[in-house]
Nanobody, 115 residues
Framework: QVQLVESGGGLVQAGGSLRLSCAASRITFSIYAMGWYRQAPGKQRELVAT???????NYADSVKGRFTISRDNAKNMVYLQMNSLKPEDTAVYYCSAKAANYDYWGQGTQVTVSS
């Protein structure tokens, strides 16, 4: 069974940084596009950033210039470096893996940014 396990969330002050990690197992990691999504209370889940198999990245406008997604195919890991955090970045952050008809999600990690 495919597993995606997020880590690195927590409480940080506005302007601070966090690095989220997602460990994938039981998956041919290199063929999957990986992504980070987030869901704030009372809101729909939204895309934060994606990275293709070849390393092409895409970001939501709200995080461009502040967040960086990266992947390490040798370690089956995907990362989200979050800088200059804002209170509106507070949400549960989810890791995703997508390929063809397959779509997997992690359990999420809470990120809380205090003002």
């Amino acid at each position: 069974q495919v597993q995606l396990v997020e880590s690195g969330g927590g409480l940080v002050q506005a302007g601070g940084s966090l690095r989220l990690s997602c460990a994938a197992s039981r998956i041919t990691f290199s063929i999957y596009a990986m992504g980070w999504y987030r869901q704030a209370p009372g809101k729909q889940r939204e895309l934060v950033a994606t990275i293709s198999r070849s390393g092409i990245t895409n970001y939501a406008d709200s995080v461009k210039g502040r967040f960086t997604i990266s992947r390490d195919n040798a370690k089956n890991m995907v990362y989200l470096q979050m800088n200059s955090l804002k209170p509106e970045d507070t949400a549960v952050y989810y890791c995703s893996a997508k390929a063809a008809n397959y779509d997997y999600w992690g359990q999420g990690t809470q990120v809380t940014v205090s003002s």
